[in-house]
């Protein structure tokens, strides 16, 4: 049985290793690191099977012109042995709603359009949303409360250590 929960003190090391493994480089674990250490990790969630971190996902915090504050996620990984049941699927719905319960109004994500579509994201650009690093179709938005969404914004700028992973 897969348990979604905030990350604890003692999980970092196994957030390390499953994003280690997920990617080509350790640069995303890396910057999970950063973030955490900058203290801009605003939710941070593990999937656990028994004791063992088997995924992980974060949200830092990002602006855009004036308006409140949002979120964008970045990044997730689940293990190999773990891939292909749901797991992400599950910690990006907990951790979006999370999102939503710690105040925040939207979030954005680069990535794959037609797997983020599934939560309810859409193309940035269609709410003259753009970002720093050229994402094009893959930066995708999502209004977590009415409302919310600065729409017609300009640039989203993500946490600063985003630009030593860019």
Same mark, same amino acid.
């Given at each position: 049985m897969v348990t979604i929960r905030p990350?604890?003190?003692?999980?970092?090391?196994?957030?390390?290793?499953?994003?280690?493994?997920?990617?080509?480089?350790?640069?995303?674990?890396?910057?999970?690191?950063?973030?955490?250490?900058? %203290?801009?990790?605003?939710?941070?969630?593990?999937?656990?099977? %028994?004791?063992?971190?088997? %995924?992980?996902? %974060?949200?830092?915090?990002?602006?855009?012109?004036?308006?409140?504050?949002?979120?964008?996620?970045?990044?997730?990984?689940?293990?190999?042995?773990?891939?292909r049941r749901g797991i992400a699927a599950d910690l990006i719905r907990v951790g979006l709603e999370a999102c939503r319960a710690a105040g925040f109004g939207w979030a954005v994500v680069l990535g794959e359009p037609g797997y983020y579509a599934r939560f309810g994201f859409r193309p940035a650009a269609d709410f003259g949303l753009s970002d720093e690093y050229g994402g094009g179709p893959a930066f995708q938005v999502l209004e977590l409360t009415p409302g919310a969404l600065p729409a017609g914004a300009g640039l989203v700028r993500y946490a600063p250590e985003f630009a030593a992973f860019a």
């Open positions: 990350e604890r003190p003692g999980d970092a090391a196994a957030v390390y290793a499953v994003h280690a493994a997920g990617f080509p480089t350790q640069a995303e674990a890396r910057l999970v690191d950063q973030l955490r250490a900058a %203290g801009r990790l605003s939710v941070s969630l593990v999937a656990e099977v %028994g004791d063992e971190v088997v %995924g992980h996902v %974060g949200f830092s915090p990002v602006t855009a012109g004036t308006a409140a504050p949002g979120v964008g996620m970045a990044p997730a990984a689940v293990s190999a042995e773990y891939r």
